[in-house]
Every structure is written in structure tokens, then in C-alpha cells.
């Protein structure tokens, strides 16, 4: 069973970064594919990025593009969400996914019912 474990969490004024970090650990997790999702209170989880297995193609939420940066460090085996110009309504719990990258997977990636594993998630509070 992959295991996600994010961190990075936190309060922060508008207009300040956060980077973000999700650890993988258990069975070799080289095929699949990592996502970043946030969930604000009362709201639906929704799509803010996802990167492939080998690092090579990245997508945004267009909430959140040409703000934010995922990233995949082979070594480390964790991936990155770097955050730039946060806004208060970037305020939610960030949660990491992880899936088997099939063939077809990226087509769907964005939907949150495609994504098999999940971690525990990590507050980011946005304050103006």
C-alpha cells in the first residue's frame, strides 16, 4: 500500500510563498503519477496540479496556473508544490494523490475519483 505524507503547511500573509512536499513511501512508486488537490471548508476537493511519473509533463488548475510549480525530485522521492503570490481564497487543505500512470491516465487526471491513493492532506491559511 503507497503511503503519502504531506508537509509544508501553514499561515501565511497575501502575496507570500509556501512550497509544499508529498513523501512517498511503500511499493516502488516510479510508474505513477502525483497530483496536488485543495479542499476549502464546505467545498468540493478540486484539481490544482499533477506531474507524471517521470517529471517530464506538468498541468495546472486554472486557478492556480503560472502561480504555482509542481515538481518531482527522483532522488528524494517527493514532489513539490511550490506556491508564489498566495491570495486569501488559496486557503484550503492541500492533499497529494498518487495513481498507477496507465496509458490513458492523464486524460483524466483532473477528476478526483481517478486518483487510488491520498494523503493526509496539510493546512495552508492565507491571510490578507
Known amino acids: 500500500q503507497l503511503h503519502l505524507v504531506e508537509s509544508g503547511g501553514g499561515s501565511v500573509q497575501a502575496g507570500d510563498s509556501l512550497t509544499l512536499s508529498c513523501a512517498a513511501s511503500?511499493?516502488?512508486?516510479?510508474?505513477?503519477?502525483t497530483g496536488w488537490f485543495r479542499q476549502a471548508p464546505g467545498a468540493e476537493r478540486v484539481f490544482v496540479a499533477a506531474?507524471?511519473?517521470?517529471?517530464?509533463?506538468?498541468q495546472y488548475g486554472d486557478i492556480v496556473k503560472d502561480r504555482f510549480t509542481i515538481s518531482r525530485d527522483h532522488v528524494k522521492g517527493t514532489v513539490s508544490l511550490q506556491m508564489n503570490r498566495l491570495k486569501r481564497e488559496d486557503s484550503a487543505v492541500y492533499f497529494c494523490?498518487?495513481?498507477?500512470?496507465?496509458?490513458?491516465?492523464?486524460?483524466?487526471?483532473?477528476?478526483?475519483?481517478?486518483?487510488?491513493?491520498w494523503g493526509q492532506g496539510t493546512q495552508v491559511t492565507v491571510s490578507s
Open positions: 506531474i507524471d511519473h517521470a517529471g517530464c509533463i506538468r
Open positions: 494523490s498518487s495513481s498507477y500512470e496507465s496509458v490513458n491516465f492523464r486524460n483524466s487526471w483532473m477528476n478526483v475519483r481517478v486518483w487510488h491513493h
Open positions: 511503500g511499493p516502488s512508486s516510479y510508474s505513477y503519477a
